[in-house]
Structure formats: structure tokens, C-alpha cells
């Protein structure tokens, strides 16, 4: 998905096809007046196919000319500098179809390689982990580096040969290494499984309806609309909607849920260079959430996309509360073609959300900031061997599903043993283990998650009003 070579290796590259197009040009250039007749692209085509068949007819060894051709598609993607654009060998293509279409085999994580023009840089980089599969319950977070895969270095190789090496028969296992923040470091074992794509969850708080949009498929305007059904016959007063490491998704997906906050009016235009991507997406005459409900969006650094749309537009048009960290920055839209066995992926346009801003790497800020505090050195190293030493694991592997007794004796013990964590952050880590190991799934955890206690306390006041 996303370009990056290490700069050493670009310049080796560049200086070895700037020296095969000056022995090219001695024996194969045509003559300046004739190039001077044909346009830029002309020319450009006309020099590429000179240099190609002199590779193919003359390199030392015989050469695939498939090969040929989809090394220089690889490496015209990445002269774009666009980490969403790429080249998509069969395999790719085939992994596509499955994400898009809602299950495939992996371990649950949207990643990227973020562009730098340093070179600097180079690691797999977490967009989000995908709710209820293995990456989410092993606590992978956005903004987490993936090092390493069963030993292979991310920075040698790009996003989608990172999901090459993550994806594989369920029930296998494979081992990353993962760096978070600066410098906490440690490895995680996950275990392969089916990832069937979850769109919504819903739940009540008190009389708060408590909507998570996990992501936008074709199929999740009618989750949401089935959500503010379970709300109305509950008689919610307010609405939360959650949508922290939403990865996005279809933007039909996005615009059809819309519709169900407005009655009309502008969500998202999309604009580039070729006039079939200049679009207004307007919300139809469908609204089911009465305009004068109180509604409240976390959002975090894994919004990123058509849940930033979503997010933006109900900001701009003064419809909710934004409440977390800025968003993810992904204000770009592609389009995926096929050529022969394999394709590529384009993008083509920029989102504009209804104010007119451009969130392409800059995110939407949140009108509330509320962010979970950040580790210390001490408890970054006493996390880093929580991981290493899998306690927490052992523990619930003994006692399955622990009493609160058995936790607070366990949480002192770790303690005594020197782990400087705080009581929440165990008790939360724990609970995540335990929901694991029972297979079973929270819609919201009030007890451990400070943005949601804000959030609440927030929108109780909204409602006051």
C-alpha cells in the first residue's frame, strides 16, 4: 500500500539506471530534432521502451520480460511519493477484494508506511487494529511500529509484503516485534485466525445510546439504522458515537450513514484533476436522529478516512461534540484498476469536508482533547516485561476467570515483584486478557476508559442544558 525504499538503496538505484541510460543514449537515442517533435510523455514512452528492449535484448542473463515490466510499474508508483498508490501483483489484488468484501485470514490490523523524504522514516506503522480480532486483544495500538515480522525487517519491505508475511492459515502463529513510542520495545505472538470485518456495536449507557461504528461497509448504514431503532425503543435522550481506530472504508458507506443525521445539506466533496472525481456528496431527506439530540464523537490518531468524514461533517455543521485526539490525516481517495492478473491502486481526489478544509495529513481536531495519560520510562520498561514474561497471560491461564480478590492480590504481587504500573492500567490490561481468554466481548468498558467517563460526564451536561 505504501512506497518506501531506505534512501541508500534509492540512490544505488537511481545511479545504476542513470549510467544504463548513458550507455543507452550512445547506441539507441534518436536524434534531438526528432525528440524535439514529440511531447514529454512521447518522448518519456519512447526512452522507457529504448531502455527495455535493450535490457531484454542485451542483459547477461536471460530475463522474464513480465519481470521487467512489473519492477518498472513498482518503481513509477513510488517516484509518486504517495503511500496510498501502488502497484498490486495478483496476490495483492486477491487480499484487496477480501478486506473490502468483509472477512479474510490475518491477525487484524489496517497498516501503513508513512512517506519521509529523509528516509528516515521506515517502519510498518499501525493505522488501527481491528475490533474483537487477534491484533486488538493483544493490545497493538495506532501509531505502534511493527520492527520486524518472524524476523524479516519492515524496513526493507513494503505494506503489502508486510501483510504478505502477516497473513496465513488460521490458527498458525506469528511473531512481531512492536515499538511504541520512543523507545519501548517488546515482542507479541499472535495467533491467526478468519477476520470477519464488524461494523457497529451498540449498548446503553443509563439513557445514553452508545453507538461504536467500527467500519464503513456497504452494509453499515443499516447496522446504524437498526442502533437508533434499539435506542428509540429504550428511550435514549443523547447519543455517543464512538469511532476511535475506525480505519474508515467505503465512502458510500460513510455518506449513507450521514443521512441519517441530516436532512440534506453537504457532507464531503471530493476534488482532483480529472472532472469525474469533482463530486458533492449530499445527504438525502432521510434523517433519523432528531436534530436537536445531543450527540458526542470520540475520535483518536486511528480515525482515519470515511471516519474522519463522518466526523468532520457532524463538527462543521454544528451537529456534535468532537471529544479525544486529532485524527489520522487520511484525506485522499483511490481508485483500484485491474491490469491483466494484477492492478493498481490511485489515488485521484482529495476529501473536503463541509467547511471546506482539507484534512489530508493534517487530521480533524477534536473540540474537547482528552487523551489517555502517557507512560512513563519506568512504566514503559515494566509494560515492556509484562509482555516478555506474559504474567498477566500466565495468571488468567490459572484462574481463567478471576475474582476481584484474586486480581487485587495478583495486581500486589505484581507490585512487590517491581512493576510500576498504575491500578487501572493493570486492572484494564487484565480485563482485555480475560475478555480473551472467555471470548467474550464489551461493548464499552465505563470502569477503565477515560475518554468514554469524560464523554459521558459531557454529554450529561449537554443534555442538562
Keep these: 500500500m505504501f512506497r518506501h525504499r531506505s534512501h541508500s538503496r534509492r540512490v544505488l538505484w537511481a545511479a545504476l539506471w542513470a549510467a544504463a541510460f548513458i550507455a543507452v543514449a550512445a547506441v539507441v537515442v534518436p536524434p534531438a530534432v526528432a525528440q524535439g517533435r514529440q511531447s514529454r510523455s512521447d518522448r518519456a514512452l519512447s526512452l522507457f521502451e529504448q531502455v527495455y528492449r535493450f535490457i531484454q535484448d542485451s542483459y547477461v542473463d536471460e530475463i522474464d520480460p513480465d519481470q521487467l515490466i512489473e519492477g518498472a510499474l513498482n518503481g513509477m508508483f513510488e517516484s509518486l511519493d504517495d503511500p496510498h498508490s501502488a502497484y498490486l501483483v495478483p496476490d495483492q489484488m486477491r487480499g484487496l477484494t477480501d478486506t473490502t468484501s468483509g472477512e479474510f485470514g490475518g491477525v487484524g490490523l489496517f497498516i501503513s508506511k508513512p512517506y ?3 528516509g528516515s522514516g521506515e517502519y510498518i506503522e499501525i493505522v488501527s487494529p481491528i475490533e474483537d480480532t487477534p491484533a ?14 518472524e524476523g524479516t525487517s519492515t524496513a526493507d519491505i513494503s505494506t503489502d509484503e508486510t501483510v504478505d508475511l502477516l497473513r496465513g492459515r488460521p490458527g498458525s502463529e506469528v511473531q512481531i516485534t512492536v515499538l511504541r513510542g520512543e523507545d519501548l520495545e517488546f515482542p507479541v505472538t499472535l495467533e491467526r485466525a478468519m477476520i470477519q470485518v464488524p461494523t457497529v456495536k451498540m449498548d446503553m449507557i443509563g439513557d445514553i445510546g452508545f453507538l461504536r461504528i467500527i467500519q464503513f461497509t456497504p452494509y453499515t448504514d443499516d447496522r446504524v439504522r437498526e442502533a437508533i431503532g434499539f435506542f428509540e425503543a429504550r428511550g435514549y435522550t443523547s447519543l455517543i458515537i464512538d469511532l476511535r481506530t475506525n480505519p474508515g472504508g467505503l465512502l458510500t458507506g460513510v455518506v449513507d450513514v450521514a443521512d441519517l443525521f441530516f436532512d440534506g445539506g453537504l457532507v464531503v466533496e471530493t476534488r482532483g484533476r480529472v472532472a469525474s472525481e469533482n463530486q458533492r456528496f449530499t445527504a438525502r431527506s432521510g434523517r433519523e436522529v432528531p436534530p436537536d439530540l445531543p450527540i458526542v464523537v470520540l475520535i483518536d490518531d486511528g480515525s482515519a478516512s470515511a471516519a474522519e468524514i463522518l466526523a468532520a461533517a457532524l463538527k462543521d455543521r454544528d451537529r456534535a461534540l468532537l471529544m479525544g485526539q486529532r485524527s489520522y490525516g487520511k484525506g485522499s481517495v483511490q481508485q483500484v484498476r485491474t491490469v491483466g492478473e494484477g492492478g493498481f491502486r490511485l489515488t485521484m ?8 478544509a482539507d484534512i489530508d495529513k493534517v487530521g480533524v481536531s477534536p473540540d474537547i482533547e482528552v487523551t489517555e495519560p502517557e507512560l512513563t520510562e519506568e512504566e514503559q520498561e515494566s509494560y515492556a516485561r509484562l509482555r516478555r514474561e506474559r504474567q498477566i497471560e500466565e495468571f488468567v491461564d490459572r484462574e481463567t476467570n478471576p475474582t ?4 487485587e492480590r495478583f495486581v500486589s504481587d505484581l507490585r512487590g515483584d517491581g512493576i510500576a504500573l498504575n491500578d487501572r492500567y493493570l486492572n484494564r490490561l487484565i ?26 460526564d459531557e454529554i450529561n451536561r449537554l443534555a442538562g442544558e
Design 116 to 118: 519521509v523524504e529523509d
Design 136 to 149: 486488538y486483544r493483544a493490545g497493538l495500538r495506532a501509531g505502534d511500529l511493527i520492527l520486524d515480522v
Design 349 to 356: 481526489a482529495r476529501y473536503y469536508t463541509p467547511s471546506g
Design 404 to 407: 476481584g480478590t484474586e486480581i
Design 431 to 456: 480485563r482485555i486478557e480475560v475478555n480473551q481468554k472467555l471470548n467474550r466481548t464489551e461493548v464499552y468498558d465505563l470502569d477503565y476508559d477515560i475518554v468514554l467517563q469524560r464523554a459521558v
